[in-house]
């Protein structure tokens, strides 16, 4: 079993950056692909990012290729969101998840969440 917990979201002005962390527990995180994903108000959970077990191979939404830049730390079971360039379209809860599958897309591929963090961007 994996235990996440999510940090790091705030409010922040558009065009600014912010870095979401997710801290694992147990000794497998090793084992599992990572995911963000997020849920603005009245909307349906959306994927944001994968990293593979590597830590090379990534998989991006469109909306935020070229924005963000997840990544993962096998010897601090952490794995991060590099958000730049945010726009009020960012705002929502960020979660981040871990699956078995490589580099899925779809929130039932996940076999664990964490709770979740806001991130809140003005104009």
């Known amino acids: 079993q994996v235990q996440l917990l999510e940090s790091g979201g705030g409010l922040v002005q558009a065009g600014g950056s912010l870095r979401l962390s997710c801290a694992a527990s147990?000794?497998?995180?090793?084992?599992?692909?990572m995911g963000w994903f997020r849920q603005a108000p009245g909307k349906e959970r959306e994927f944001v990012a994968a990293v593979a077990l590597s830590g090379i191979n990534t998989r991006y939404a469109d909306s935020v290729k070229g924005r963000f830049t997840i990544s993962r730390d096998d010897a601090k079971n952490t794995v991060y969101l590099q958000m730049n360039s945010l726009n009020p379209e960012d705002t929502a809860v960020y979660y981040c998840a871990a699956t078995k599958l490589n580099l899925v897309r779809l929130p039932g591929n996940y076999d664990y969440w964490g709770q979740g963090t806001q991130v809140t961007v003005s104009s």
């Open positions: 147990g000794r497998t995180f090793s084992s599992y692909v």
